[in-house]
């Protein structure tokens, strides 16, 4: 996935495409891109958060694939643990982000507890950032109002 700065070109469509180029199997890019299209209206605005989340997904999981792929078995581990009476749901938490931890170290050998918090407020910062970006919910909005007004 190392073209992820085109994603932002994208379109619904062509998003299922560079998705399995890029290495994803039929099944994710699949489910992905019918995220893709997941609108959600705020106080009477329509936001893209479908298209940012997928976007964001792709450019975190460009730049760090182990802290990806040690969140995914963490959580996987975490599914199993989750059935443990009274503490289960402690004990999956702290699985995921040992998980996500241990790829982070992966990643980033020189990285601390401090960097591997950073880099998962930084990719919800850039999420909300973009989903707040009026110029690009502009159209959307514009579009939805548009339908609900005819």
Known sequence: M??????NQQSDGSIFSWLIK???SE???????AFWNTITRIGGKVLLTGETIVIELVKFTSGHPYMAVGAVMGFSAALLL????????AISCLTTLTGAYLG??????K????????VILDVVY?????I???????EANNCVFAESAG
């Open 2 to 7: 190392k073209e992820h700065e085109n994603t």
């Open 22 to 24: 890029n290495g994803v």
């Open 27 to 33: 099944w994710l890019a699949t489910k992905l891109q």
């Open 82 to 89: 989750n059935q443990i009476p009274l503490v289960g749901w």
């Open 104 to 109: 982070h170290l992966h990643d980033n050998p």
């Open 111 to 118: 990285g601390n507890i401090i960097s591997f918090f950073y």
């Open 126 to 130: 850039k999420i909300f950032k973009e």
């Open 132 to 138: 707040n970006n009026p110029e690009k919910n502009e």
